[in-house]
């Protein structure tokens, strides 16, 4: 089973921040957070990831809360090619050889004209 | 350029075929995986590797098969037994015990069964 919770489905005007909740209450201290998505019919393409603290890049940026329970993917001025879903996962260290990565339904993100 | 490569994009069979789909990566990573993706469903494991001539069973192997012979190559094959093989698949990679690094994934190989 995954490891994390995300809502089904969000819209989002064009040219505004889309805010995507994910809650990871599990999540164990040496877990990164990783923020994946699809567009259709493609491979899901890297976005960002991060520990315990906020991450931005060119993409989006990353706000973890301080108990780690939950995060958010925050894409600062949503264009319709931001139309996708959204995976996110909590990313085990390996070598214990329990899994790979662990892949919900994710939120499909639809921004809106 | 780096990346990893699943070929082919598209794929028919016939009922009760074995069939194989590539997966190559040149980016020297270690762990490889391979995914099933249903309609309007999320990604399920199927098999991952991470090292050369070792494997292990993800969520739904059943009716699948795989190798690791070279580091670059991770073929899966969907065999007869596999009651619904109809899906994309995709194909991923990272680098092994480096869980701050992410996972590049192909394009996907859409395999239609009928």
């Known amino acids: 089973d995954a490891k994390t919770t995300q809502p089904p489905s969000m819209d989002c005007a064009e040219g505004r921040a889309a805010n995507l909740p994910c809650n990871h209450s599990t999540i164990s201290g040496n877990e990164y957070v990783y923020w994946y998505r699809q567009i259709h019919s493609q491979g899901p393409q890297y976005i960002i990831h991060g520990l315990k603290n906020n991450e931005t890049n060119e993409m989006a940026s990353l706000i973890i809360t301080e108990d780690r329970k939950s995060s958010t993917l925050i894409l600062p001025h949503a264009t319709l090619r931001d139309t996708a879903v959204y995976y996110c996962?909590?990313?085990?260290?390996?070598?214990?050889?329990?899994?790979?990565?662990?892949f919900g339904k994710g939120t499909h993100l639809i921004i809106q004209p | 350029d780096g990346g990893i490569t699943q070929s082919p994009k598209y794929l028919f069979r016939k009922e009760g075929q074995n069939v194989t789909l590539s997966c190559e990566q040149n980016?020297?990573?270690?762990?490889m995986y391979w995914y099933r993706q249903d309609p309007g469903q999320g990604l399920r494991l199927i098999y991952y590797s991470q090292i050369v001539n070792d494997f292990q069973k993800g969520d739904i192997a059943e009716g699948y098969s795989v190798s690791r012979e070279k580091k670059e190559s991770f073929p899966l094959t969907v065999t007869s037994a596999q009651k619904n093989p109809t899906a994309f698949y995709l194909c991923a990679s990272s680098i092994e015990g480096r869980p701050n690094t992410e996972a590049f994934f192909g394009q996907g190989t859409r395999l239609t069964v009928v």
């Open positions: 980016l020297n990573h270690d762990a």
């Open positions: 996962i909590v990313r085990a260290p390996s070598g214990g050889g329990a899994d790979g990565l662990t």
